[in-house]
Nanobody
Framework: QVQLVESGGGLVQAGGSLRLSCAAS????????MGWFRQAPGKVREFVTA????????YYADSVKGRFTITRDNAKNTVYLQMNSLKPEDTAVYYC?????????????????WGQGTQVTVSS
């Protein structure tokens, strides 16, 4: 059974930082591209960032470029999202997801497995 478990969310002031983690089990982690999405109340789930299976390629939504960094540790079956210079508009539930596509995947439909999400709240 595949499980993706996010952690590290919380409440932070604007300008602060958080580091999210997503621990994967039940799949050959090193063969999956990984992504982070977020969903704010009343809004559709949106792409944040993704990383290839090897970690050699990454891609970021314009809204987070230069502030967020995605990394992965295949030895630990874990993907990370370092979030700096957080803004109130970053407030959302953050989800990690695993994709079997060989290239960077941007659409939620390209992802097979999803975590339960972790809440990030940025106060102004």
């Amino acid at each position: 059974q595949v499980q993706l478990v996010e952690s590290g969310g919380g409440l932070v002031q604007a300008g602060g930082s958080l580091r999210l983690s997503c621990a994967a089990s039940g799949l050959t982690f090193s063969t999956y591209g990984m992504g982070w999405f977020r969903q704010a109340p009343g809004k559709v789930r949106e792409f944040v960032t993704a990383i290839s299976w090897s970690g050699g390629s990454t891609y970021y939504a314009d809204s987070v470029k230069g502030r967020f960094t995605i990394t992965r540790d295949n030895a630990k079956n874990t993907v990370y999202l370092q979030m700096n210079s957080l803004k109130p508009e970053d407030t959302a539930v953050y989800y990690c997801a695993a994709s079997g596509y060989s290239t960077i995947a941007y659409s939620p439909r390209q992802y097979t497995y999803w975590g339960q999400g972790t809440q990030v709240t940025v106060s102004s």
